[in-house]
């Protein structure tokens, strides 16, 4: 394992929209190896999204992907690839599962097609197994009644329901990495606690890759080996999950942990949250994109961009000029 | 939490069902009692395709439950006219659980916030607008946008303007089906810290859904817990968390992800079964197939709603 599965490069993208240019995503790099997670969380309009579909670029028309972007998959630059060989990779090297999956599901086809269509087309399976093995991948997903629901169409399913669909759509294929966004977010914790062992199942099994979009730190913490958080379409700190929850750096990510509500608390605790609006992405920012929210933020903060560099000693990563005191 | 003798709304006997192929029924809510008081936040769990979403649009009467009663000020919805629903309406609002899909995609974002005043129709344009900014930044929502389009706004932002729609006339009952779900948590914690605002200021009386149990402990007083269509548990929140009594209330509670004890939530450890079907409901109680301590009565026996101690009311054959 000499070389990462996914390597990224700083992956910039525009969103042109009438008003002007977005840019969604800023200089964002990682690596990500086989079999290991890496989790995203970042306040919502971040660019978490957008990452991800860049990734396999699967944006919007009018959005842009900066030409110094490098996206390596699997040893391979997907930067110049032809759509087909591009949709050869999207079938069976990498899946996602989208974040809203009433968007993704086809609302005029039934379940059963829509797993299938995929095993047609990708693995170029027969009618009949493919409907078998649709059969069993809804299983897999925790759905009891399998053979009603393929007659079904999304709209007869509850929230949860499709987006066990979803999942297992973007499973269909055994892809080497999984690119998934808030795939729990509409699952109660038993379920999402089940799909997330059959996620890890397959990455012990097969060895898959995983990205983890999630506005949930305790989720991240049990799920991913690294944590990167997003703010202003940047990565502003990124580090090994036990380290980030236990001494994060940046003072963003700490408002951001210190926002959760938590169980041991009494009813109707007021709740912290971050002032302000997270910043507009449309406008170019000098200094730290954080620095108007942020009660540490000093000249340097709001002159000069601080650049994601490594802790002194270690695999923690953060762009601030304050950080936050280090707790050996 | 005063006027606790007097229902807001009060719900008995509630079914809901669905037809699915081959003359075969879905069993969404299977005969739900219980009732919500004045000023109340009523919590409401359970596994994805238990019945939530189905029982909350039973209570807006959208359409109305296929038997059992919903009773709202002391007025059973099922007898009102249309016109007698229609001037009541304004008083219980729901926020939808797909937030981009609950909002038409043509109607700008002030628009769709005013809905709800010009359906009661005593207010000016201008006054309409006024309340509409108020309220857009009582939401987080820059005022500015009052002309944009939802498909503009990520989800965060579109369940911002459903809830601000819901809220525009001040109703008494607020259902909130999943609210908070799609939103990242600061604005979580905005949007829970102005529904208190709101529940102190108004006295405002709310069932809120949620998977999320820190959020849903953390906004009310009581929780009721669903599975597969019935009630199996229902106390106050503390209590609830302390001491839940219920075998899939535990189980809930024991897959929680937690930030401080990530090393609680072992990987590949739990997986209590697969999920039974909603067209054939398991005989006797309903959990018996994932239960770890079911007995033979389980089976035969369906179990009563039981009190085992003030507030706190559980359907297992364990504690009776
Ligand atoms: N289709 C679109 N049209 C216009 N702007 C968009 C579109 N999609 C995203 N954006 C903008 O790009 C930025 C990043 O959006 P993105 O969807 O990646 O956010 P996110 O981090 O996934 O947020 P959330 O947690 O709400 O899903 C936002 O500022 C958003 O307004
Ligand atoms: N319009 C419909 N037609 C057929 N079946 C439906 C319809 N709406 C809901 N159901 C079924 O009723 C059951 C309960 O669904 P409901 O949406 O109430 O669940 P929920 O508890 O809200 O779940 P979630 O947490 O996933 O939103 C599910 O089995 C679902 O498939
Ligand atoms: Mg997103
Ligand atoms: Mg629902």
Same mark, same amino acid.
């Given at each position: 394992?000499?070389?990462?599965?996914?390597?990224? &490069?700083?992956?910039?993208?525009?969103?042109?929209?009438?008003?002007?240019? *977005?840019?969604?995503?800023?200089?964002?790099?990682?690596?990500?190896?086989?079999?290991?997670?890496?989790?995203?969380?970042?306040?919502?309009?971040?660019?978490?999204?957008?990452?991800?579909?860049?990734?396999?670029?699967?944006? !919007?028309?009018?959005?842009?992907?900066?030409? &110094?972007?490098?996206?390596?998959?699997?040893?391979?630059?997907?930067?110049?690839?032809?759509?087909?060989?591009?949709?050869?990779?999207?079938?069976?090297?990498?899946?996602?599962?989208?974040?809203?999956?009433?968007?993704?599901?086809? !609302?005029?086809?039934?379940?059963?097609?829509?797993?299938?269509?995929?095993?047609?087309?990708?693995?170029?399976?027969?009618?009949?197994?493919?409907? &078998?093995?649709?059969?069993?991948?809804?299983?897999?997903?925790?759905?009891?009644?399998?053979? /009603?629901?393929?007659?079904?169409?999304?709209?007869?399913?509850?929230?949860?329901?499709?987006?066990?669909?979803?999942?297992?759509?973007?499973?269909?294929?055994?892809?080497?990495?999984?690119?998934?966004?808030?795939?729990?977010?509409?699952?109660?914790?038993? *379920?999402?606690?089940?799909?997330?062992?059959?996620?890890?199942?397959?990455?012990? /099994?097969?060895?898959?890759?995983?990205?983890?979009?999630?506005?949930?730190?305790?989720?991240?913490?049990?799920?991913?080996?690294?944590?990167? *958080?997003?703010?202003?379409?940047?990565?502003?700190?990124?580090?090994?999950?036990?380290?980030?929850?236990?001494?994060?750096?940046?003072?963003?990510?700490?408002?951001?942990?210190?926002?959760?509500?938590?169980?041991?608390?009494?009813?109707?605790?007021?709740?912290?949250?971050?002032?302000?609006?997270?910043?507009?992405?449309?406008?170019?920012?000098?200094?730290?994109?954080?620095?108007?929210?942020?009660?540490?933020?000093?000249?340097?903060?709001?002159?000069?961009?601080?650049?994601?560099?490594?802790?002194?000693?270690?695999?923690?990563?953060?762009?601030?000029?304050?950080?936050?005191?280090?707790?050996? | 939490?005063?006027?606790?003798?007097?229902?807001?709304?009060?719900?008995?006997?509630?079914?809901?069902?669905?037809?699915?192929?081959? $003359?075969?029924?879905?069993?969404?809510?299977?005969?739900?009692?219980?009732?919500?008081?004045?000023?109340?936040?009523?919590?409401?769990?359970?596994?994805?395709?238990?019945?939530?979403?189905?029982?909350?649009?039973?209570?807006? /009467?959208?359409?109305?439950?296929?038997?059992?009663?919903?009773?709202?000020?002391?007025?059973?919805?099922?007898?009102?006219?249309?016109?007698?629903?229609?001037?009541?309406?304004?008083?219980?609002?729901?926020?939808?659980?797909?937030?981009?899909?609950?909002?038409?995609?043509?109607?700008?974002?002030?628009?769709?916030?005013?809905?709800?005043?010009?359906?009661?129709?005593?207010?000016?344009?201008?006054?309409?607008?006024?309340?509409?900014?108020?309220?857009?930044?009582?939401?987080?929502?820059?005022?500015?946008?009052?002309?944009?389009?939802?498909?503009?706004?990520? $989800?965060?932002?579109?369940?911002?303007?459903?809830?601000?729609?819901?809220?525009?006339?001040? !109703?008494?009952?607020?259902?909130?089906?999943?609210?908070?779900?799609?939103?990242?948590?600061?604005?979580?914690?905005?949007?829970?810290?102005?529904?208190?605002?709101?529940?102190?200021?108004?006295?405002?009386?709310?069932?809120?859904?949620?998977?999320?149990?820190?959020?849903?402990?953390?906004?009310?007083?009581?929780?009721?817990?669903?599975?597969?269509?019935?009630?199996?548990?229902?106390?106050?929140?503390?209590?609830?968390?302390?001491?839940?009594?219920?075998?899939?209330?535990?189980?809930?509670?024991?897959?929680?992800?937690?930030?401080?004890?990530?090393?609680?939530?072992?990987?590949?450890?739990?997986?209590?079964?697969?999920?039974?079907?909603?067209?054939?409901?398991?005989?006797?109680?309903?959990?018996?197939?994932?239960?770890?301590?079911?007995?033979?009565?389980? *089976?035969?026996?369906?179990? &009563?709603?039981?009190?085992?101690?003030?507030?706190?009311?559980?359907?297992?054959?364990?504690? /009776?």
């Amino acid at each position: 394992m000499s070389i990462p599965l996914l390597s990224v &490069k700083h992956l910039t993208t525009d969103i042109h929209l009438e008003q002007g240019k *977005v840019r969604a995503v800023r200089d964002v790099s990682f690596d990500l190896w086989q079999g290991k997670t890496i989790g995203i969380v970042g306040e919502s309009g971040c660019g978490k999204s957008i990452l991800c579909k860049s990734i396999l670029k699967l944006l !919007p028309a009018y959005a842009h992907i900066l030409e &110094k972007s490098q996206i390596i998959f699997n040893g391979r630059s997907i930067n110049n690839l032809t759509e087909k060989e591009l949709n050869k990779i999207r079938g069976q090297g990498a899946a996602m599962i989208f974040q809203d999956p009433l968007s993704s599901l086809n !609302p005029v086809m039934k379940i059963g097609h829509q797993v299938t269509e995929t095993l047609l087309y990708h693995l170029k399976m027969e009618e009949e197994p493919a409907l &078998k093995k649709a059969e069993d991948l809804l299983k897999a997903v925790g759905i009891a009644n399998p053979s /009603q629901r393929i007659d079904q169409y999304p709209h007869q399913l509850s929230g949860g329901l499709r987006q066990r669909v979803a999942i297992a759509i973007a499973l269909a294929c055994e892809p080497k990495l999984l690119i998934a966004d808030e795939p729990t977010t509409a699952l109660d914790v038993t *379920v999402q606690a089940e799909i997330l062992d059959l996620l890890d199942h397959l990455q012990i /099994q097969r060895n898959m890759a995983m990205i983890l979009v999630t506005h949930d730190f305790g989720l991240a913490a049990c799920r991913a080996d690294e944590i990167a *958080v997003m703010y202003g379409g940047k990565i502003v700190e990124y580090a090994p999950a036990e380290k980030l929850l236990a001494n994060p750096r940046m003072p963003y990510t700490k408002a951001l942990i210190n926002a959760i509500p938590r169980l041991e608390d009494p009813p109707h605790t007021p709740l912290q949250f971050i002032e302000g609006q997270p910043p507009n992405m449309m406008i170019p920012y000098a200094g730290c994109c954080f620095a108007p929210r942020c009660s540490l933020a000093g000249h340097q903060c709001r002159d000069q961009e601080p650049l994601l560099i490594n802790d002194d000693t270690d695999d923690h990563s953060f762009a601030c000029w304050n950080p936050l005191g280090k707790i050996s | 939490m005063k006027n606790k003798n007097r229902p807001l709304l009060e719900l008995s006997n509630i079914v809901v069902e669905f037809n699915a192929d081959h $003359g075969e029924k879905i069993h969404a809510v299977s005969d739900i009692s219980f009732a919500i008081f004045k000023g109340e936040t009523l919590g409401l769990v359970g596994e994805s395709g238990c019945g939530k979403s189905s029982l909350a649009r039973a209570v807006m /009467q959208l359409p109305g439950p296929a038997s059992g009663k919903v009773t709202f000020c002391s007025k059973d919805l099922a007898q009102l006219s249309k016109k007698e629903l229609l001037k009541i309406r304004p008083r219980f609002q729901m926020v939808f659980q797909d937030s981009v899909s609950a909002l038409n995609p043509k109607r700008s974002v002030g628009k769709t916030i005013a809905m709800p005043l010009k359906v009661t129709g005593n207010l000016s344009k201008n006054e309409r607008h006024t309340l509409v900014e108020k309220m857009m930044s009582k939401v987080g929502l820059d005022s500015e946008l009052f002309n944009n389009k939802p498909h503009q706004f990520s $989800g965060g932002q579109c369940q911002r303007i459903q809830i601000a729609r819901a809220l525009i006339t001040e !109703p008494e009952l607020l259902i909130c089906d999943e609210p908070v779900s799609s939103l990242d948590v600061s604005i979580q914690a905005q949007i829970i810290n102005l529904l208190e605002t709101m529940r102190k200021q108004y006295d405002l009386t709310m069932l809120f859904i949620s998977h999320d149990l820190a959020v849903v402990k953390n906004i009310s007083d009581r929780i009721a817990v669903m599975y597969l269509g019935k009630l199996c548990e229902i106390a106050p929140s503390e209590q609830l968390y302390q001491s839940c009594a219920h075998p899939y209330t535990s189980a809930l509670f024991s897959a929680i992800p937690r930030v401080n004890h990530p090393q609680a939530f072992p990987k590949l450890q739990r997986c209590i079964g697969e999920l039974p079907s909603p067209t054939a409901p398991p005989s006797g109680c309903r959990f018996r197939t994932r239960c770890p301590k079911v007995k033979e009565q389980c *089976v035969f026996e369906e179990p &009563k709603l039981y009190e085992i101690s003030p507030g706190h009311t559980v359907a297992c054959h364990l504690f /009776q």
